[in-house]
């Protein structure tokens, strides 16, 4: 039996934990991946003993990398094209919003590393070392949070540095970086090759521990929005349904929400911005633009 083969970041808890085990539900090798060795040991068993039985021989595998920074971005790229093993579903769950500014080693403010560099970094490494099948389909997460953005749409900071000028604003850091992710995954849709497909994803607004976690204002605003959350098992339907539907969702490089295709923000739509975006952080990443 030929299985496909699916890669979900950030497999520790939440989402990424949940969509890990409903794909080897469906069949799939699943690898994981988390910053956490002994949570990601734990999952990876976890999926492990749920695959014998009705999914005996679906292949469970995970690694280790901190995505925030690049070069772990680039070796986690390194060692799944190693594996040998084409990647039908690569699903970019990783993500945080980090309450302070600070920069990463590669000069990026976290949140923007995180949620927009990383999906965009290992999604090219993994098409240009060859790892993505044909007609491979990447999911990332979203927000609908991404309409509370704060970009200068004649100017965008792609890096977030700018953040470190003036008030910190957790929520609206988390909320441009998602913006920009949508964009540049937007503009990576147009470009990729092939029957490559690229999804945004958004959950909603789904009980798990990110905002708790989180720290800051966020934190602290977590008893309220657990009102109106709903539960982990909603919350991945979408991502799941971008990543196994029979026949691929259109349109490619749009976005999703209870799994259908819904409005982002209008300046989600804006192909200018998009290509302005991609263009400078490609740039900044020091990948070739597709």
Do not use: C
Not at 6 to 24: F, N, Y
Not at 45 to 74: C, F, K, N, Y
Not at 266 to 280: F, G, T
């Amino acid at each position: 039996m030929n299985r496909k083969t699916a890669v979900v970041t950030g497999a520790t808890a939440g989402l990424g934990r949940a969509l890990a085990r409903r794909l080897v539900e469906h069949g799939y090798n699943v690898t994981i991946v988390g910053r956490d060795e002994r949570r990601t040991a734990q999952v990876a068993d976890e999926l492990a003993r749920s695959a014998r039985g009705d999914q005996d021989g679906v292949q469970i595998s995970r690694h280790l990398a901190d995505l925030v920074r690049q070069e772990e971005v680039r070796a986690l790229a390194d060692v799944l094209a190693d594996a040998g093993v084409g990647i039908d579903v690569l699903i970019n769950n990783a993500g945080a919003a980090f309450d302070s500014f600070a920069t990463t080693p590669d000069g990026a403010e976290r949140t923007y590393a995180l949620n927009h560099h990383a999906p965009l970094l290992l999604t090219h490494e993994l098409l240009a070392n060859g790892s993505l099948s044909g007609d491979a389909r990447i999911v990332n997460m979203s927000s609908f949070l991404e309409k509370r953005a704060r970009l200068v749409v004649a100017d965008p900071d792609v890096v977030g540095t700018s953040w470190g000028d003036r008030r910190y604003s957790q929520t609206q850091v988390y909320a441009t970086s998602k913006l920009l992710a949508l964009v540049a995954a937007a503009e990576t849709a147009r470009r990729a090759p092939g029957a490559i497909k690229v999804y945004n994803a958004d959950p909603g607004m789904v009980r798990t521990g990110f905002t708790s976690n989180a720290g800051g204002p966020m934190r602290l605003t977590a008893p309220l929005f657990r009102l109106w959350s709903i539960s982990i098992e909603q919350g991945i339907q979408t991502p799941l349904w971008l990543a196994t539907a029979d026949e691929p969702p259109g349109p490619n490089g749009g976005f999703f929400a209870r799994s259908h295709p819904a409005a982002p923000s209008a300046r989600a739509l804006d192909p200018a911005l998009a290509r302005e975006v991609y263009q400078r952080t490609t740039a900044f990443l020091g990948i070739p633009p597709l």
